[in-house]
């Protein structure tokens, strides 16, 4: 089954930074975006940045443009979150996902429901 992987979690002091890697290796031409989404207990899962594998546009949730930065690696299959200036509330499970070319959906990539494989998730804990 096809799952993306992702790694790097941890935890951060508050005001520090973080990198988190997903690997999207055996999809080979099978995804066309993938993002990066956090969930805490309680609360809906919430799209924070997303890249296309084409031209690697990308989108950013409000809460965290300009702090966190997404990148991709098409040779090694692997796509980045840099994690900037953590707070507190950036505490939370992220998870990696990949989506199936279903049109220009612009910022609507970071709609949960438009993503079709999922990661496992990684811990992010931003505490002192």
């Known amino acids: 089954q096809l799952q993306p992987v992702e790694s790097g979690g941890g935890l951060v002091q508050p005001g520090g930074s973080l990198k988190l890697s997903c690997s999207t290796s055996?999809?080979?031409?099978?995804?066309?975006?993938i993002g990066w989404f956090r969930q805490t207990p309680g609360k809906e899962r919430e799209g924070l940045s997303c890249?296309?594998?084409?031209?690697?546009?990308?989108f950013y949730a409000d809460s965290v443009k300009g702090r966190f930065t997404i990148s991709r690696d098409g040779a090694n299959n692997m796509v980045y979150l840099e994690m900037n200036r953590l707070e507190p509330e950036d505490t939370a499970t992220y998870y990696c996902?990949?989506?199936?070319?279903?049109?220009?959906?612009?910022?609507?990539?970071?709609?949960?429901?438009?993503?079709?494989?999922w990661g496992k998730g990684t811990l992010v804990t931003v505490s002192s």
């Open positions: 996902a990949v989506a199936v070319f279903r049109g220009s959906l612009g910022s609507r990539w970071l709609r949960p429901a438009n993503m079709d494989y």
């Open positions: 890249i296309t594998s084409d031209d690697e546009r990308t």
């Open positions: 055996g999809f080979g031409l099978k995804y066309y975006a």
